[in-house]
């Protein structure tokens, strides 16, 4: 066979438009925390294609189905507020479509709401998130001392151990508010403080451990094993709160400029 | 008694190690059962990290086989990776299972599964951290304690010699029905009230010849260290115990609910087996000769396994898995036919192991219709043709070209060639003929598609004879003589400049093979070889970061003082006809004057052997000894036409 062939185009008519945009609210929770973004992304296009969504694709030998993630919590940190979008070629009932979805996904990796939606990006309208740090053998007293302490901070310079090397951080600019809770999500027994903030996203990220450091280093703050963190809200700061990507209010968090910590009611 | 989830003593821990995902357990399609409501209960330990062990279809079958009866309860675990298990035992946490996170040690079985002898020292480690004592004779305290019956299988199993006093029972072969057939009897053993203890139940599992027991079997060792008998130590149990075949794969579509893991895996698909055995006869490959007759499952069947099956999971990918998917009697009009459902649907369909003279363009199409290629690897195995009729894998070099011609003219950029070093009768010449065949490739290529863009890997690692094959009786080529082949064959592929950067060469070094090759063809003394190299810290051997040559050489040396034999003598001496090999009283159904004039043969380079699915019996002996027979199509049957096989949402 000597004869010159060119590679095959790919098959078939163009991939068909989307027609519709939804946003998909999930959790990432229990132990389904330890997984990375990226296992959270194959587990979703897994769902997708069991319950058989008619998910958009992109052209191309090797065509990706159109879900677009916002940034997630990195490996062992839970949210009850991540967002993506799919790119639809016929529409779905959001509901419907998200309990088909959510069928599919191991438990801990579960949808919580779809609506319809712009297919804007998402990162514009995620500017912010609400943490919950429980950190286990703090009394809500040395929290509160330690929050303090830190909000009095101008500044809090920390270093992280990256795959790029070490990166250095101000973990206080970009820390809205932080108060010390009583709302827990994994419960532990025994003693353990829970300290909530608001963060605004930044580039690079300040992440809850960059803030747990600067706490450590500015008020000796060492829970006895490793903090629990959650992400409860993602959005836009607004008045008196986070607004949510569709401008829904999220969070428990109020955003006063002067807030500075509550005590422990 | 319920017993406790260890997750909440293991949950703090997992901040602390790589990738804690593999852990958690959860995934879609994992069942967790109500350990009150059943009486026999499994732990199934694929002896290797999550990622490696999770898409293991052996366990993944076994698991979804106990899973579906009543009363029975079966739980995954995995190897842990040395950071946890440093963690584990900073904790005192045991080996656990990814379902319930039940300790091991509360089974009544753990059924450990090995594809490779690499994997003995993670046995240990799993052992130790479960609580149960190393030694099989040290689990019958009187105290009445009981540990669970640590049972192998897999083809490593073939010779379990090694491992043996770590064992206690080995199941030979297909592991479906020998599984709930050793659960039949547990249970009704436990029903009686237990009689005999641990010991009755294991001579009655023995006396049945569904487990292969090793301490009811004494080893006796001529002065110079070869072996001179194998016999029975009690009444009732067989001197030779036969390996188990299911006849008709139909009856057993398993994995229909594939275990979807949400870490990453080495292989993320749904797999069917589309046959099992091999018949080619290639004279290296222990898998080819244990696994024999061929036993196709049908078309309609594969069909209706990979809708379940993807319907269940969401996979992207269908694996058609066998020792040689080409060669199913129907594998054009199943890869059309899936090609056909899946059309639009994103879906690829992959063929792991392909002979390079059963590709076709049929193939090479519907494998890439989806839009999707997958890697085509081919395994010429010998560089030259004089090596290929050594080893029976008949395989010219018109059809490799061939074949090649095919998978460029379809798209592909990229092929990878797979072969051995240290071969029996190898000569330099023929590895460096490798670099000869490589460019040859890349010439073919480049002519037939008019591009420069073509490549090809040259994959090559060390041979390792092994059990219940026409090698058996080989001399290992020692890592030196395989280390300087190596070199010599990447100084050839890269002397080239017109070819050097189209092909890429893949090596691995010849130490490990030693190694494996001490466990794969060793007897019981190996087994202290083994539990010295673990207590000097041996873990993951089959991993290039874990490996140390030295420690084993080491651990050999000094376990073996005072015997006959070394390292050197389980690896590279050759074995006569009448020597008493330590597997020779299990039975892979193989007749022992065919394996010896097959291997005369190897060496003579008579007349190769064909396969008995298209040419008359060539009386290997499995058959006939095992009272099977060969099950292949044509049926003549398709998938119906025009079916969707993934569930469509609907319009709302």
Same mark, same amino acid.
């Given at each position: 066979m000597?004869?010159?062939?060119t590679?095959?185009a790919?098959?078939?008519?163009?991939?068909?438009?989307?027609?519709?945009?939804?946003l998909?609210?999930?959790?990432?929770?229990?132990r389904?925390r330890?997984a990375?973004?990226?296992?959270?992304g194959?587990?979703f296009e897994r769902a997708?294609?069991?319950a058989?969504v008619p998910?958009?694709?992109?052209?191309?030998?090797n065509?990706?189905?159109?879900?677009?993630?916002?940034?997630?919590t990195?490996?062992?940190?839970?949210?009850?507020?991540?967002y993506?979008?799919l790119?639809?070629?016929?529409?779905?009932?959001?509901?419907?479509?998200g309990?088909?979805l959510d069928?599919?996904?191991p438990?801990?990796i579960?949808?919580?709401e779809?609506?319809?939606?712009?297919?804007?990006?998402?990162?514009?309208?995620l500017t912010a998130?609400e943490?919950l740090m429980?950190?286990p053998?703090?009394s809500s007293d040395?929290?509160?001392a330690?929050?303090?302490q830190?909000?009095?901070?101008?500044a809090?310079?920390?270093?992280?151990?990256?795959s790029k090397?070490v990166?250095?951080?101000d973990?206080?600019g970009?820390?809205?508010?932080?108060?010390?809770?009583?709302?827990?999500?994994?419960g532990?027994s025994?003693?353990c403080?829970?300290?909530r903030?608001?963060?605004?996203h930044s580039?690079?990220a300040v992440r809850?451990?960059d803030v747990?450091t600067?706490?450590?280093q500015?008020?000796?703050?060492?829970?006895?094993s490793?903090?629990?963190?959650?992400r409860v809200?993602q959005g836009?700061?607004?008045?008196?709160?986070?607004a949510g990507?569709?401008?829904?209010?999220?969070g428990?968090?109020?955003?006063?400029p002067?807030a500075?910590?509550k005590?422990v009611p | 008694?319920?017993?406790?989830?260890v997750?909440p003593?293991?949950?703090p821990l997992?901040?602390?190690v790589r990738k804690?995902v593999?852990y958690?357990?959860?995934?879609?399609?994992s069942?967790?059962?109500? *350990?009150?409501?059943t009486d026999?209960r499994?732990?199934l330990?694929?002896?290797?990290?999550?990622e490696?062990?999770?898409?293991?279809?052996?366990?993944?079958?076994l698991y979804?086989?106990?899973?579906?009866?009543?009363g029975?309860l079966?739980?995954r675990?995995?190897s842990?990776?040395p950071d946890?298990e440093a963690l584990?035992r900073?904790?005192g946490?045991p080996?656990?299972?990814?379902?319930?996170h039940?300790?091991?040690?509360?089974?009544?079985?753990?059924?450990?599964s090995?594809?490779?002898?690499?994997?003995?020292?993670n046995?240990?480690t799993?052992?130790d951290?479960a609580?149960?004592?190393?030694?099989?004779?040290?689990?019958?305290p009187?105290?009445?304690?009981?540990y669970?019956?640590?049972?192998a299988?897999?083809h490593a199993?073939f010779?379990?010699e090694?491992i043996?006093?770590?064992l206690?029972g080995v199941?030979l072969?297909d592991?479906?029905?020998a599984?709930?057939?050793?659960t039949?009897?547990?249970?009704a053993?436990?029903?009686a009230?237990?009689?005999g203890?641990?010991?009755?139940?294991?001579?009655a599992l023995a006396?049945?010849?569904?487990?292969?027991?090793?301490?009811?079997?004494d080893?006796?060792?001529l002065? +110079?260290?070869?072996?001179?008998?194998?016999?029975?130590n009690?009444?009732g149990?067989?001197?030779?115990v036969?390996?188990?075949?299911?006849m008709?794969?139909?009856?057993w579509q398993y994995?229909?609910r594939p275990i979807?893991p949400?870490?990453e895996?080495?292989h993320?698909?749904?797999s069917?087996?589309i046959?099992?055995?091999?018949?080619?006869?290639c004279?290296?490959c222990q898998?080819g000769?244990?696994?024999r007759?061929?036993r196709?499952?049908?078309?309609?069947t594969i069909?209706?396994?990979?809708e379940?099956?993807?319907?269940?999971?969401?996979?992207?990918?269908v694996?058609?898995?066998?020792?040689?998917s080409?060669d199913h009697s129907e594998?054009?009009e199943?890869a059309k036919?899936?090609a056909?459902?899946?059309?639009?649907?994103?879906?690829g369909?992959?063929?792991p192991s392909?002979r390079?003279?059963?590709f076709?363009?049929?193939?090479?199409? @519907?494998?890439?219709?989806g839009?999707?290629?997958s890697g085509?690897?081919f395994?010429p195995e010998?560089?030259?043709?004089r090596?290929?009729k050594?080893?029976?894998?008949m395989?010219?070099? @018109?059809d490799?070209i061939?074949t090649?011609?095919?998978?460029?003219?379809?798209?592909?950029?990229?092929?990878?060639?797979?072969?051995m070093c240290?071969?029996?009768t190898e000569?330099d010449?023929d590895v460096?003929?490798?670099?000869?065949?490589?460019?040859?490739?890349i010439?073919?290529?480049r002519?037939a598609?008019g591009?420069?863009d073509?490549?090809c890997t040259?994959?090559?690692?060390g041979?390792?004879p092994k059990p219940?094959?026409p090698f058996?009786w080989?001399a290992?080529?020692?890592?030196e003589v395989? +280390?300087?082949r190596?070199r010599?064959?990447?100084?050839?592929l890269?002397?080239?400049?017109g070819?050097?950067?189209?092909?890429?060469?893949r090596?691995?070094d010849g130490q490990p093979?030693?190694?494996?090759?001490?466990?794969?063809?060793?007897d019981?003394?190996?087994?202290r070889?083994?539990l010295?190299? *673990?207590?000097?810290?041996a873990r993951f051997?089959g991993?290039?970061?874990y490996?140390s040559?030295d420690r084993w050489?080491?651990?050999?040396d000094?376990?073996l003082d005072g015997e006959?034999?070394?390292?050197?003598?389980y690896?590279?001496?050759?074995r006569d006809?009448d020597?008493v090999l330590p597997w020779?009283?299990?039975?892979?159904?193989l007749?022992?004057? *065919?394996?010896?004039? +097959?291997?005369?043969d190897?060496?003579?380079g008579?007349?190769?052997v064909e396969?008995?699915? *298209?040419?008359?019996?060539?009386d290997c002996?499995?058959?006939?000894s095992?009272?099977?027979?060969?099950?292949?199509g044509p049926?003549? @049957?398709?998938?119906p036409?025009g079916t969707?096989?993934?569930?469509?949402l609907?319009v709302s």
């Open positions: 000597a004869a010159t062939r590679p095959p790919p098959k078939g008519p163009p991939p068909a438009p989307a027609v519709q945009h939804l998909v609210t999930y959790a990432k929770r229990g389904m330890f990375s973004h990226r296992d959270v194959r587990a997708v294609r069991q058989g998910i958009a694709r992109s052209a191309g030998f065509p990706h189905p159109k879900i677009s993630y916002a940034s997630g990195q490996t062992g940190v839970a949210s009850e507020a991540e993506l979008t790119a639809l070629t016929v529409a779905q009932d959001p509901a419907r479509l309990a088909a069928s599919g996904l438990d801990g579960d949808v919580i779809v609506r319809e939606d712009s297919g804007g990006a998402l990162n514009g309208r998130s943490w429980e950190l053998g703090i040395a929290a509160t330690a929050v303090r830190f909000l009095a901070a101008a809090a310079p920390v270093e992280r151990l990256t090397g990166r250095r951080l973990a206080r970009v820390v809205l508010t932080m108060d010390v809770s009583l709302r827990a999500f994994t532990y025994g003693e403080a829970i300290i903030m608001v963060v605004r580039e690079p809850p451990e747990l600067a706490l450590r500015i008020a000796g703050l060492v829970p006895a490793a903090p629990a963190v959650t809200a836009v700061v607004g008045d008196g709160g986070l990507p569709v401008g829904q209010p999220v428990q968090a109020a955003l006063s002067t500075e910590h005590d | 008694m319920p017993v406790e989830s997750f003593r293991l949950e997992l901040p602390r804690p593999a958690v357990g959860g995934e879609v399609n069942v967790v059962k109500d *350990w009150d409501a026999v499994w732990a330990l694929y002896p290797d990290a999550y490696v062990g999770l898409p293991n279809q052996g366990v993944q079958i979804e086989v106990l899973n579906e009866r009543d029975v079966a739980e675990s995995y842990v990776w946890l584990m900073e904790h946490l080996q656990f299972t990814v379902d319930a039940r300790p091991v040690g509360a089974f009544d079985v753990l059924g450990v090995f594809s490779t002898e690499l994997g003995y020292t046995l240990l799993a052992l951290l609580g149960i004592p190393l030694y099989s004779t040290d689990r019958d009187a105290g009445g304690t009981w669970p019956l640590v049972i299988g897999g199993a010779n379990p090694p043996a006093d770590f206690d199941v072969g592991g479906e029905e599984v709930l057939a050793v039949d009897q547990i249970r053993w436990k029903d009230g237990r009689p203890g641990r010991d009755g139940l294991l001579a006396s049945s010849g569904r487990l292969y027991v090793p301490r009811f079997y080893v006796g060792y002065p +110079d260290g070869r072996i001179d008998r194998v016999t029975p009690r009444r149990v067989p001197p030779v036969a390996k188990h075949t299911v008709d794969l139909d009856e994995p229909t979807v949400v870490a895996t080495v993320e698909r749904y069917v087996e046959f099992r055995g091999c018949t080619r006869g004279r290296f898998a000769m244990i696994t007759p061929v196709e499952r049908s078309i309609t069909g209706a396994m990979v379940k099956g993807m319907t269940a999971s969401g996979f992207q990918e694996g058609l898995l066998s020792l040689s080409a594998i054009n199943i036919d899936l056909d459902a899946y059309e639009g649907t994103n879906t369909l992959s063929l392909t390079v003279d059963a076709n363009v049929t193939l090479a199409d @519907e494998l890439s219709r839009g999707r290629r085509l690897t395994a010998g560089g030259s043709e090596m290929r050594v080893i029976n894998k395989v010219t070099e @018109e490799l061939r090649v011609t095919t998978a460029y003219s379809s798209g592909w950029r990229q092929v990878k060639l797979y072969f240290g071969l029996p000569t010449e460096l003929a490798i670099a000869g065949l490589a460019r040859k490739v010439q073919a290529g002519e598609t591009r420069r073509i490549r040259v994959s090559i690692g041979f390792v219940h094959t058996q080989a290992q080529c020692d890592h395989v +280390d300087a190596l010599k064959l990447g100084a050839a890269r002397s080239d400049p070819y050097g950067r189209a092909i890429g060469y090596y691995h093979s030693v190694v494996e090759g001490l466990l794969s063809r060793g019981r003394r190996v087994g070889v083994i010295a190299a *673990w207590q000097d810290g051997d991993w290039s970061e490996f040559f050489a080491a651990c050999a000094k376990a006959p034999v070394d390292l050197a003598w690896t590279t001496r050759e006809r020597e020779d009283h299990l039975d892979a159904g007749d022992h004057d *065919w394996l010896w004039q +097959d291997w005369q190897a060496l003579s008579a007349a190769e396969d008995c699915r *298209w040419t008359p019996c060539y002996g499995v058959c006939p095992m009272g099977t027979e060969i099950q292949t049926t003549g @049957e398709r998938l036409a969707r096989l993934l569930p469509v609907n």
